[in-house]
């Protein structure tokens, strides 16, 4: 019930292209998600965080829409660019935002093609 | 740069060796942590320090020993590990003590021979 179930694995998108990453959970206690951003050598960074009271959330080229009766959400990337290469993980928190309760998803692999 | 600095950034050791992991901010974050990344498995807390003091542990074996001298400072002590220990650890801060991660180092990929 703790797990965060994130798709696709890897992705691989066009210059200008829209990336759009999935993850869905089941504990219905979740109630903040946040996406990170990790390129190669370095370690996690926080890029945007959505709560269940809002369907989306927008951040210049970065949207999470969100789902709650579904319980899913989703990471939106506008015009992909080659720079936005990097493996972005999903991920999902009780108590308003506890790194204690805070459950990633495996992570997806974007690639973008100049 | 995050703020959040690691050393060493690689590590080789032995099943009987005793080595420590250290990280430092100087963001003025309340709590720190350390995570562990295992290659096609999701990030794992290990520890949380908050304001200096152990708040949760999440059940990791006791070869791994963590240190929290100050706000700034944080130790992860490392001893007879198992091969299955070789991993990439993240040391992580925030702002808040109830917080989530915002900023994390760029790991310690350690690899036990």
């Known amino acids: 019930q703790q797990q965060v179930k994130q798709s696709p694995q890897s992705l691989i998108v066009q210059k200008g292209g829209i990336s759009i990453i999935n993850c869905a959970y089941e504990?219905?206690?979740?109630?903040?998600f946040p996406w990170y951003q990790q390129f190669p050598g370095k370690g996690p960074a926080l890029l945007i965080a959505i709560r269940p009271d809002v369907s989306e959330k927008k951040e210049g080229r970065f949207t999470i829409s969100f789902n709650k009766s579904a319980k899913q959400f989703s990471l939106h990337i506008m015009d992909s660019q080659p720079g936005d290469s990097a493996t972005y993980f999903c991920a999902a928190s009780g108590s308003s935002g506890s790194a204690r309760q805070l459950t990633f998803g495996s992570g997806t692999q974007l690639t973008v093609l100049p | 740069e995050t703020g959040v600095t690691q050393t060493p950034r690689h590590l080789v050791m032995g099943m009987t060796n005793k080595k420590s992991l250290k990280c430092e901010q100087h963001l003025g974050h309340n709590a720190m942590y350390w995570y562990k990344q295992s290659a096609k498995k999701p990030l794992e807390l290990m520890f949380v320090?908050?304001?200096?003091?152990?708040?949760e542990n999440n059940s990791v074996p006791s070869r791994f020993s963590p240190e929290c001298p100050n706000s700034s400072h944080l130790f992860l002590h490392l001893h007879t590990l198992q091969p299955e220990d070789s991993a990439l650890y993240l040391c992580?801060?925030?702002?808040?003590?109830?917080?989530?991660?915002?900023?994390f180092g760029q790991g310690t990929r350690l690899t036990v021979v």
């Open positions: 320090y908050s304001l200096e003091e152990r708040v």
């Open positions: 504990n219905t206690a979740f109630d903040y």
């Open positions: 992580a801060s925030s702002q808040r003590t109830g917080g989530i991660p915002a900023f």
